[in-house]
């Protein structure tokens, strides 16, 4: 739609208002209905504001809505609609798109709104309109707060925000060309506002307790009303033109006339008496082209010092985010009598308003009553009328209100708030650099009142600025602030007035620390340090630390001693539990995963022969994990506990690594072995004011002062001595000159030495010449310091290259590892070719074992490399290296991998024994979790597969084994670096082993819930796993399967700790914690693998029963694939007789009604759920198990809604 053609509809609603005869307005009798369907349509227009656009063009307000605002003040319902309608459409143009568009289409749209409200605002600038608005804001405020209704308050609110929506709008310089002392549009408001009595009714409303709730309102409309105002040339309307003011206006006149009179002077000497028209070619001898001979100039000789190689060549576009910020806010002079209205306006504001006003408005922003980013507008009006305050008849009373420790740690914290976010929220980081200009101003004036108060004749204001100090100097972050902001300037998002005004802060801030710390003499401050504490991984163990291997030879050797202690020490009476503790009380660990450590002590506690300890131990630990009989049962005999002590010092535990042995370089091994903790700690110390500017002493805050000092023309008298203070302080206080030999900070000094008025800036002069002095100097006796001129130095490089280089490795030679002789080198080359090619020990720890003078591990790599007996540092990697990048063949391989042992009981330890490239358990879990072959981690976990007796297993070391590896992989809370331990990897031949020893774990949890009266329940999972087993060999996929009980008595069993037990071992999932209401069958559990489950529930007497012809066989003796058809058919026939003994058969009609009942009792879930009640059959479908395996009828399906996706 072309928006310069007005819609129908909406020019019909525009011709009802009325029409305008002369200087009197003829409103219609529809106006006030025309005026709401305007309001409708505002509310419905779309992202390109097209409404508002066709008003605008239209000039709805200035030819209607304005004279119906001045000339039908009467009609109430008209006048508040009027009111309505304006507040909307003088809106401000960001809120309307949220943004400033970056497509060009929107941004065109955006302009063309803000070109209307911009002749809105030229429009309002009448004393007509705001006297009108005035005189009715004044009959609002002038009834009590019992007469006002809620409309009256709505009305009051509503005139207020079109007040602040017009002084928003922004000034088009474009368009205006307005200089200073001219009236522009804003002054030309500001003076209607005076002319209309407004500036005394917002006097009024900041005053006035009973108007508390209009304080952020009458803020924002005061801080619009200043935006473009200097507060300090404020302060000095009137009064005369100041000293310093003639000064400064006498030295920039000064410098403007010598550049002039120079410029005259080169033209001058380029002008000939004689023209020719051959200018001459020249060799420049000394100076290259771009070839290696000299250069050839064509021009004239006095063209000659202009030269550069530079000229000619194409500038480099500076891509659009590398730009250097824009500056937003422009000061300017207003009309003179504008100044003074504003100059007494602040003065009555301060006198009677400032106080109250701030108070109320940080209560709101305490409260959180305030709207997002109001505290801009507190922070503006503390840096404005302080500034005013200190600059007109400095009275610290006027702002007591803002002038106290609190508002310090107030703008303190906003500041670092802001500058957080701008360095996290990047899209947005030009807006947050704005708001922490706005902090960091308020932050200056409040240490410039502090700084103006310390020289008032006042005792009484001194001692007050004397605590305010005390307090700001003691606390570590105040001194730390400007460090930070120096290091994370960005030019790219902050402007260069905000630079600017860092720099001259941080001036003010050290020149009143360092009065303050002659003052006092010494001065003592808080410290506060971050303490680097490490993490144990593991338990203080009591012995056998070093995890030295022993043999089986040597265990078995190693019992017979044992035994007899064990004999003596279990028959002894006063054996006592409370001497061993069995966890750690300290450690971060929680107790109830410490089990595997327990476990790792008794063992080691055999190992050193102190059988009583490792005794005790095992009964402690008993005591408090008693769960699972891990530790033996509450019964259990002595001889019983002397054989559990035998199988723990024979198992083979794994062991968490301990810290190895690390050097000086080592620190990347230290990162990965030891996790380091950080904990604040806060001392005190005595202050030294050098120590603290040495701070300073970085090549980032430099860069910053020399980026400011380029614009030294363009900046203040006071800011050029800010800048070169700073870097006096750093040159001739701490003897740093050569920080600042850089050779850009010298292209800046040529320019400033050549420059015509360089008489002006005698202070940079001076100094450029001291720097340039001590270069020479140092470049006499060091000739690298030329080279030294192309880099930004550290500390470190400037010592070097003040006292030479090499001296600091000589001060820390106690540090530096020793030369390797001759004789080292040789035993070293024997040492490797001697045990390179043997297999299944670390060659380098080998290596350090035989060396006669102790080396790292890391000094011996590199030697070898060095020598060139290995090709790389990477070669010597050992299992578990922190490996960064996956290749695309690892990842292919890894993905091969994981298809191939998904199916395994292991996969994660099946991967890491196949792989190619060796990685910790953790890299190969985020890896697969990142190629999303595994959803979630606990996919990953070893089956666990162990028996509640240790006696009944074939393999004894197989409990054990299983409930470590439990303990370490089966919690998922357990941190990464925990399970990053490589596990023992188990033979074929046990791993049958253990998949045997779990189904008869399986068939005794079964048979003793069958004695318990679960058999119903049991026979609802067989169903359940043999239909879902089904289900997947038709579908050729598999999702997991909620079980869902649908019955009392299936209820009751699921919440049962021994058939969830059961539930656990045949490999159901628990649901997860605040996602999954239900039990769920894994989706990686085949068919065959199902009905092998389903089997392992089923009662053998029944089976034989049901089966007399067959004989029973040992597991150990059938084939798999007969063992497992065996008990699929067994559980077919036990299904049909049990479902008749139970008389579960019913009619049509009756299985039709239970279905209904289970659907109300039941939640609704959408969900695909197994009916445990809709197992009819027909009898005569039922054939005998003899003849062939009966066949079970596919249960029907329901798909129950459910709201919550999560179940």
Not at 40 to 68: C, F, K, M, N
Not at 301 to 322: A, I, T
Not at 388 to 405: D, Q
Request: charged letters at 30%; glycine letters at 4%.
């Amino acid at each position: 739609m072309d928006l310069n053609m007005m819609n129908c509809e909406l020019l019909a609603t525009c011709s009802a208002l009325g029409y305008l005869e002369g200087d009197t307005y003829h409103k219609e009798p529809d106006c006030l209905e025309s005026v709401k369907d305007l309001i409708r349509y505002l509310r419905h227009e779309d992202d390109t504001r097209d409404v508002r656009q066709q008003l605008g063009a239209a000039q709805i307000l200035q030819s209607d809505l304005l004279p119906i605002l001045t000339q039908h003040r009467q009609d109430k319902p008209l006048f508040d609609a009027v009111i309505r309608l304006m507040v909307n459409l003088t809106q401000p143009a960001l809120l309307c798109f949220g943004s400033v568009p970056k497509e060009p289409s929107f941004r065109h749209h955006f302009l063309q709104v803000l070109a209307y409200l911009q002749a809105y605002k030229e429009a309002f600038a009448s004393e007509k309109a705001f006297g009108v608005l005035s005189e009715t804001l004044y009959e609002l405020l002038q009834l009590g707060w019992e007469e006002r209704q809620e409309e009256d308050n709505l009305l009051i609110e509503r005139i207020l925000l079109l007040v602040r929506n017009i002084l928003h709008v922004p000034a088009d310089l474009d368009q205006e060309k307005r200089i200073d002392d001219d009236a522009s549009v804003h002054d030309q408001l500001l003076w209607a506002i005076h002319l209309s009595g407004l500036d005394d009714l917002l006097l009024f409303l900041a005053s006035s307790p009973a108007e508390q709730q209009w304080s952020l309102h009458v803020l924002e409309i005061v801080s619009l009303m200043f935006r473009d105002q200097n507060p300090e040339q404020l302060a000095g309307v009137g009064q005369g033109r100041l000293a310093k003011e003639r000064n400064t206006d006498v030295a920039e006149l000064e410098a403007l006339r010598q550049r002039e009179m120079a410029e005259k002077k080169t033209r001058a000497l380029q002008r000939s008496n004689r023209h020719s028209r051959f200018g001459g070619s020249y060799i420049v001898q000394g100076l290259k082209s771009i070839g290696e001979r000299d250069l050839i100039f064509h021009k004239g000789l006095h063209n000659l010092q202009n030269y550069s190689s530079d000229l000619g060549k194409q500038p480099r576009r500076v891509p659009k985010r590398r730009q250097a910020a824009q500056e937003l806010s422009i000061q300017r002079r207003s009309a003179l009598n504008v100044r003074l209205f504003l100059r007494d306006f602040c003065s009555e504001f301060l006198e009677n308003c400032y106080n109250r006003l701030m108070g109320s408005v940080k209560d709101h922003l305490l409260r959180e009553k305030a709207q997002q980013h109001d505290e801009t507008y507190y922070m503006w009006a503390l840096a404005f009328f302080m500034a005013f305050n200190r600059a007109a008849s400095f009275r610290p009373g006027l702002v007591s209100e803002t002038l106290s420790v609190r508002t310090f740690h107030f703008i303190e914290q906003n500041l670092t708030n802001y500058y957080e976010m701008m360095l996290t929220d990047r899209k947005e980081a030009a807006s947050w650099a704005r708001r922490m200009h706005l902090a960091l101003k308020a932050y200056q004036e409040l240490l410039a009142t502090v700084n103006e108060m310390d020289m008032s004749p006042d005792e009484a204001v001194r001692e007050s600025s004397r605590i305010i100090k005390n307090n700001i100097f003691y606390v570590m972050e105040y001194r730390e602030l400007f460090l930070a902001l120096f290091r994370k300037f960005d030019e790219r998002c902050q402007p260069r007035s905000f630079l600017r005004d860092l720099v001259e802060t941080t001036h003010l801030f050290l020149k009143m620390l360092e009065r303050f710390c002659r003052s006092r003499g010494n001065l003592v401050v808080q410290n506060k340090r971050k303490k680097r504490k490490k993490k144990k991984k593991v338990l203080d163990q009591p012995v056998a630390s070093d995890n030295v291997s022993y043999s089986a030879g040597e265990l078995e050797a190693m019992w017979p001693s044992l035994a007899e202690q064990l004999q003596c020490s279990a028959q002894d009476p006063e054996l006592s539990l409370d001497s061993m503790v069995p966890f750690d009380a300290a450690s971060e660990v929680p107790v109830e995963e410490q089990r595997a450590e327990a476990m790792v002590r008794i063992q080691d506690c055999l190992l050193a022969g102190q059988a009583p300890q490792a005794l005790t131990l095992l009964r402690s630990a008993r005591e408090v994990w008693p769960e699972g009989d891990v530790f033996g049962s509450q019964d259990i005999s002595a001889e019983e506990e002397i054989q559990l002590l035998k199988q723990i010092l024979c198992a083979p535990l794994p062991r968490q690594q301990g810290p190895e042995e690390q050097g000086a370089e080592e620190e990347e091994e230290e990162e990965e072995e030891e996790e380091e903790l950080q904990a604040v700690q806060v001392s005190e110390k005595e202050f030294n004011f050098l120590d603290y500017l040495k701070r300073f002493a970085s090549s980032t805050v430099v860069r910053a002062y020399v980026l400011l000092l380029r614009s030294y023309r363009q900046n203040s008298a006071h800011t050029n001595h800010c800048i070169v203070k700073m870097l006096h302080r750093l040159a001739h206080d701490l003897k740093m000159e050569a920080l600042l030999f850089q050779l850009s900070l010298f292209c800046l000094f040529n320019r400033l030495l050549s420059d015509p008025a360089a008489g002006a800036y005698k202070e940079l002069v001076t100094f450029a010449k001291y720097i340039l002095g001590k270069f020479f100097a140092l470049a006499a006796v060091n000739q690298k310091a030329f080279m030294e001129l192309l880099f930004w130095k550290n500390t470190a490089v400037v010592r070097e290259m003040a006292e030479g280089y090499g001296c600091l490795d000589a001060g820390s030679s106690s540090r530096r590892p020793p030369m390797w002789s001759p004789e080292e080198e040789s035993q070293l080359q024997e040492l490797y070719l001697a045990h390179k090619d043997v297999e299944g020990q670390d060659l380098v720890d080998t290596i350090l074992a035989h060396l006669k003078t102790p080396r790292t591990r890391k000094q011996v790599i590199h030697h070898l490399v060095r020598l060139g007996l290995a090709d790389s540092v990477k070669d010597f990697q050992r299992k578990g290296t922190h490996i960064v990048l996956w290749t695309e063949d690892q990842e292919l391989e890894l993905q091969r991998l994981f298809e191939e042992f998904q199916d395994s009981d292991d996969v994660l330890g099946h991967i890491m024994k196949n792989i190619t490239a060796k990685r910790s358990r953790a890299r190969i879990v985020d890896k697969l979790l990142a190629l999303g072959l595994v959803a979630e981690r606990r996919e990953l976990y070893k089956k666990r597969r162990k028996k509640l007796a240790p006696s009944s297993l074939p393999n004894e070391e197989e409990p054990l084994k299983d409930f470590c590896q439990e303990d370490l992989e089966e919690e998922e809370n357990l941190p990464e670096e925990e399970s990053e331990e490589d596990e023992e990897k188990e033979e074929d031949s046990e791993a049958e082993q253990a998949q045997e020893s779990s189904v008869l774990s399986t068939e005794n949890l079964g048979q003793s819930l069958y004695q318990e009266g679960f058999s119903s329940p049991l026979l609802w999972l067989q169903t359940c796993l043999i239909r879902v087993a089904e289900d997947r060999e038709e579908d050729g996929c598999s999702q997991p399967v909620p079980l869902v009980p649908l019955t009392e008595e299936n209820e009751e069993a699921m919440e049962n700790e021994q058939f969830q037990r059961l539930l656990r071992k045949l490999g159901v999932r628990p649901p997860s914690s605040g996602q999954e209401t239900f039990w769920r069958i894994p989706a990686k559990l085949s068919p065959s693998q199902l009905r092998r489950i389903a089997a392992s529930l089923s009662q053998p007497e029944e089976e034989q029963k049901l089966q007399p012809g067959l004989e029973p066989k040992v597991p150990g003796d059938q084939g798999p694939e007969e063992q497992e058809e065996q008990r699929a058919e067994a559980l077919r026939a036990l299904l049909v007789a049990r479902k008749k003994k139970a008389g579960l058969l019913s009619p049509d009609g009756e299985g039709a009604s239970g279905e209904k009942e289970q659907l109300h009792m039941v939640p609704r879930k959408r969900q695909l759920l197994d009916s445990d009640e809709e197992q009819e059959e027909d009898e005569g479908r039922i054939k005998a198990p003899e003849s062939r395996a009966p066949g079970i009828q596919k249960k029907k399906r329901f798909q129950i809604e459910d709201e919550d996706e999560n179940d």
